[in-house]
């Protein structure tokens, strides 16, 4: 079965240094890994998603994850972090087409001004 | 294009009480999912529904929780009877397809004394 790992629960960063969270998966085909956000008393918001192709994706506000194979991992990153970007971030990991998604236990980024 | 809908936000009931959730899909989408997110933790599968018929219940504590998607648009989350530690967000998602990523309502809120 599909597994998510985020390993650090909280990452505190200065306003305009570059981000990085943290995500390694476990499938045991190929896999489908998405970044969500969510703000507080809010629903999750789609970032970004790997499932083919470029190692390096692009998504919303620009924020980017690099897909290692090797490494089985999907770090989100951000050049220069925003207060704005505070917020709880969750990782995701579908193994099949269809298949359940599995969240990791999220990581509360806060940027500091 | 209007969002995943999610009715009520917010329920605080007794335990052994009843409750209900609604949930209206983005228009189009054939895939709607419910989980549950307990606080401080990443989402929970509950049920996966293909328009009108299940795909995945296996995580849905059916003694107490139900769910149905009837017409295959509008869904119904509930729980019967309520104990303490269904205490959480219940989250909406739907996607076009099984293949594509999740798009969240805001989440009902529900406490149980």
């Known amino acids: 079965a599909q597994s998510v790992a985020q390993p650090e629960d909280q990452v505190n960063v200065a306003e305009g240094n570059p981000l990085t969270v943290k995500c390694t998966y476990s499938v045991s085909g190929n896999p489908y890994l998405f970044w969500y956000v969510q703000y507080p008393n809010r629903g999750l918001q789609f970032l970004l998603k790997?499932?083919?192709?470029?190692?390096l994706v692009k998504g919303s506000y620009g924020f980017e994850a690099e897909f290692n194979k090797s490494q089985t991992s999907f770090h989100l990153k951000k050049p220069s972090a925003l207060v704005s970007d505070s917020a709880l971030y969750f990782c995701a990991v579908r193994e099949n087409y269809g298949q359940n998604f599995v969240f990791g236990p999220g990581t509360r980024l806060s940027v500091l001004p | 294009e209007a969002g995943v809908a999610q009715s009520p936000r917010y329920k605080i009931i007794e335990k052994r009480q009843s409750v209900a959730f609604w949930c209206n899909p983005i228009?189009?989408?054939?895939?709607l999912y419910w989980y549950q997110q307990i606080l401080g933790q990443g989402p929970k599968l509950l049920i996966q529904f293909q328009n009108n018929g299940v795909v995945d219940d296996s995580q849905l504590p059916k003694d107490r929780f139900s769910a149905e998607r009837l017409k295959g648009v509008d869904s119904t989350l509930k729980i019967q009877p309520a104990k303490l530690e269904d205490s959480a967000v219940y989250l909406c998602a739907s996607s076009f397809g099984q293949g594509g990523e999740l798009f969240f309502g805001e989440g009902s809120r529900l406490t149980v004394l």
């Open positions: 790997y499932i083919t192709g470029d190692n």
């Open positions: 228009s189009g989408h054939a895939t």
